[in-house]
DNA sequence: GTTCGTGCAAACGGTTTGCAACAAT
DNA sequence: ATTGTTGCAAACCGTTTGCACGAAC
């Protein structure tokens, strides 16, 4: 818990109440919920919290880099904690997205693409998941 | 012109005017537009065109195979013609999505992910256009 | 008492849907 | 006459915004 102020604190985020409670949810979160999602979470223990709330708060999480967005739903948008880099594998079943670790998959040849500057990059998989 | 007939007959699509009107601008299209910027361009020449036929008519293109949407877009769905494999680098000074030819960039390791088994995949880029 | 965060409800933008008019077979 | 397509408007869903209340310094 201690680690949740220090981290808001860490980027500028006034610490309350609700701010702590979204970024628990959302900081610990593997299953890249959409803000409605987190809402929802969130709310079975704080019942008193507004969407609004939960929107201002995400989006003043990314605006403060502790959140990236990325647009892997269609319809809606995702939040993913910002931290080292890496690909993802969408269950075509499901729908359920899941990281896979940077050094999983490897990309050659983004470097010298005629016409364009690549800053970023990740790998964006669709699949079945396997028993294992 | 005939070819978009045989097209669309191809796919099992009654061919009306409005569906050969959005066709043809859908399927030349390198822009990767949302549906209501198809519905934009398209209306300028069939006015009466509505934007229920739009949506309709993209999602029935979909459905059959003629057309892919892409998540690249955040808050809007964009439509692809779904030729070969290719990835995609978005500008991120303008949004704008702009095809990358597959073998311009390799990916290796994804076959043997644990867990996952891959069917499909792309590159998704971000960065500058350069002035040439 | 000023500043900032919250909650509500209304507004918004993209998309879907119900339905009546219509075209084609 | 039946089937399928269109156009309009209303509904819908995810998100943003305006505003009044309330908490904290």
Redesign the pocket.
């Known amino acids: 818990m201690k680690d949740l102020l220090q981290a808001l604190r860490a980027h500028g985020i006034?610490p309350?109440?609700?701010?702590l409670a979204v970024a628990r949810f959302v900081l610990e979160a593997t299953a890249h919920p959409?803000?409605?999602e987190v809402w929802e979470k969130v709310r079975a223990r704080n019942p008193?919290?507004?969407?609004?709330?939960v929107?201002?708060?995400l989006?003043l999480f990314v605006e403060k880099g502790l959140l990236c967005t990325q647009a892997l739903r269609e319809?809606?948008?995702v939040f993913d904690p910002c931290v080292r880099r890496h690909h993802h594998f969408i269950d075509e079943k499901t729908g359920a997205i899941h990281d896979v670790p940077w050094e999983a998959v490897k990309v050659t040849g983004e470097k010298l693409l005629r016409g364009y500057e690549v800053t970023e990059y990740q790998v964006v998989m669709t699949g079945r998941k396997r028993k294992s």
Chains 1, 2 share one sequence.
């Open positions: 006034q309350t109440a609700q701010r959409t803000a409605d008193t919290l507004s969407r609004a709330t929107y201002n708060t989006n319809g809606a948008l």
